[in-house]
Nanobody, 124 residues
Framework: QVQLVESGGGLVQAGDSLTLSCAAS????????MGWFRQAPGKAREFVGA????????YYADSVEGRFNISRDNAKNTVYLQMSSLKPEDTAVYYC?????????????????WGQGTQVTVSS
């Protein structure tokens, strides 16, 4: 069993930056990809990005490419989502998730464990 706890959400203005953290505990051995998803009211949960266990491979949704950056510190079992040039359309609950597979997945159903989410609100 893995527990994931996100933090760092809040209310920011358009153009601001914000960094989210996701701390993992429990059976972290063997975790491969860590992903970030988001869900806005009335919308489906969507892929934001993912990072491999080594941290050498990252993948992003087109909507955040060039603005968001994912990194991880395996010694701390923590993954980060650095968001810059935030837009009102980035407003959502952000979730981190762990995938034990060896290949990246962009669909929520592929991920094995989820955090409770953290709210990010970007005002215009």
């Amino acid at each position: 069993q893995v527990q994931l706890v996100e933090s760092g959400g809040g209310l920011v203005q358009a153009g601001d930056s914000l960094t989210l953290s996701c701390a993992a505990s429990g059976l972290t051995t063997g975790m491969h990809f860590m992903g970030w998803f988001r869900q806005a009211p009335g919308k489906a949960r969507e892929f934001v990005g993912a990072i491999s266990r080594s941290g050498t491979r990252t993948y992003y949704a087109d909507s955040v490419e060039g603005r968001f950056n994912i990194s991880r510190d395996n010694a701390k079992n923590t993954v980060y989502l650095q968001m810059s040039s935030l837009k009102p359309e980035d407003t959502a609950v952000y979730y981190c998730a762990v995938d034990y597979d060896w290949i990246v997945h962009r669909t929520a159903a592929a991920y094995d464990y989820w955090g409770q989410g953290t709210q990010v609100t970007v005002s215009s």
